[in-house]
Structures are given as structure tokens and as C-alpha cells.
T-cell receptor, first 116, second 112 residues
């Protein structure tokens, strides 16, 4: 069965320090992987995606993610965290063999808290 | 260019009642998907509509039904509401079945 795991409920980091939000996945074949961010009382905002190609994907707001096929991971990273990055982050996967249907499977989310 | 819009923003219903949530897709998008996000959890896929037909369905009971109109907007209907249906309901639109999904702000449903 396809699944996504975000092992950390919360990540705390000081402003200016690098941040990593972890994600591992389980899906047959080559997955499509996504990161979304959710601010309070808001919907999900797309950050970045990996479909194929370079394992390091750059996205919005200075975020990037590294795809590691052998470790089935897709960790979200940022070199220097901002207080405004504090939010709920979701990793998601889509099975490219899913008959062309765009069903996303989400992890439980990781709350990122950036302290001044 | 308006993004995905949803109405209402908040809704309070009583157990056993029925509710209808509405979604207007982003301009140029023709596919709408619905997700349920319970408190403290990630969104779960309910179903997807394209060309006014339900194309794929997640693990949700028949109490959850939907509709897509010729202008691509969509409704989510939930019958016989349960306390466990309390959640944020998210609508996402895309261009075609495989396009990137853009999410609306959601409708917060509280069942008492």
C-alpha cells in the first residue's frame, strides 16, 4: 500500500539556522513527491515537487528537497530559517501508475517552529 | 485571477443532518478533488471529478457524494452527519486529471 511517513510531529529551529523536515514514502515504482505548507486557517500551498531528473529540487520561498531513492526519502530543507516559516508542513506522494488519476496521499504533517 | 474558492468558510451542523459544501476551481482548471483533514492529521482523499463524473474515490462511505457542474464547479454532500465528520474540507483543482493541484482555503465543518 502507498504511504507517507513524517516521523517528527514538531521540529524546532532557531532563526538563521538550517532546517530539515523529514519524509519517507512507500510506493511501488517511481513516485511523484510533493511538499505543501499550511498556515493557520488556510489551505495548502504548494512548495515543490519531484517527478524525475535531478535529485535536488528547488521550490518556493527558498525551500529545497532532496530525493533519495535508496532510502525512499524526500526531506525538505532550507539553508536559513525565518520566523515566518513557522507553519505545518505536509509531504505527499502520487502513484504515477494510478490510472492517470491525481490522488495525493499525505503524511500526518510536521509542525515547524522557528524561534527568534 | 481568482484561485480556488470554497464556501462557506465555517459551518456548524447537528448529528443526522445533511450538508453541502461548494467549490469553484481556479480559472482554466477542469478537475476538482475533495479532501478531508481531521484535526491533527493530513488530508485524506475523498473523490475526484472530471467531465462531471466521479473518476476516483477514496475510502469514504456512500454518505459522501458529490457533483460537478458544466462550469467545473463542484459540490460535496454529506448525509446523516456523524461527530467524526467534523473536519476541514479542502477542495483542490487542476488542469486535467494529472495536473498540479491547487488547494482552496477549506470549509471548517463542526458537527455537534
Amino acid at each position: 500500500a502507498q504511504s507517507v511517513a513524517q516521523p517528527e510531529d514538531q521540529v524546532n529551529v532557531a532563526e538563521g539556522n538550517p532546517l530539515t523536515v523529514k519524509c519517507t514514502y512507500s510506493v511501488s515504482g517511481n513516485p511523484y513527491l510533493f511538499w505543501y505548507v499550511q498556515y493557520p486557517n488556510r489551505g495548502l500551498q504548494f512548495l515543490l515537487k519531484y517527478i524525475t531528473g535531478d535529485n535536488l529540487v528547488k521550490g518556493s520561498y527558498g525551500f529545497e528537497a532532496e530525493f533519495n531513492k535508496s532510502q525512499t526519502s524526500f526531506h525538505l530543507k532550507k539553508p536559513s530559517a525565518l520566523v515566518s516559516d513557522s507553519a505545518l508542513y505536509f509531504c505527499a506522494v502520487r502513484d504515477p501508475r494510478g490510472g492517470g488519476y491525481n490522488k495525493l496521499i499525505f503524511g500526518a504533517g510536521t509542525r515547524l517552529a522557528v524561534h527568534p | 485571477d481568482a484561485g480556488v474558492t470554497q464556501s462557506p468558510t465555517h459551518l456548524i451542523k447537528t448529528r443526522g443532518q445533511q450538508v453541502t459544501l461548494r467549490c469553484s476551481p481556479k480559472s482554466g482548471h477542469d478537475t476538482v478533488s475533495w479532501y478531508q483533514q481531521a484535526l491533527g492529521q493530513g488530508p485524506q482523499f475523498i473523490f475526484q471529478y472530471y467531465e462531471e463524473e466521479e473518476r476516483q474515490r477514496g475510502n469514504f462511505p456512500d454518505r459522501f457524494s458529490g457533483h460537478q457542474f458544466p462550469n467545473y464547479s463542484s459540490e460535496l454532500n454529506v448525509n446523516a452527519l456523524l461527530l467524526g465528520d467534523s473536519a476541514l474540507y479542502l477542495c483542490a483543482s487542476s488542469e486535467g486529471l494529472e495536473g498540479e493541484q491547487y488547494f482552496g482555503p477549506g470549509t471548517r465543518l463542526t458537527v455537534t
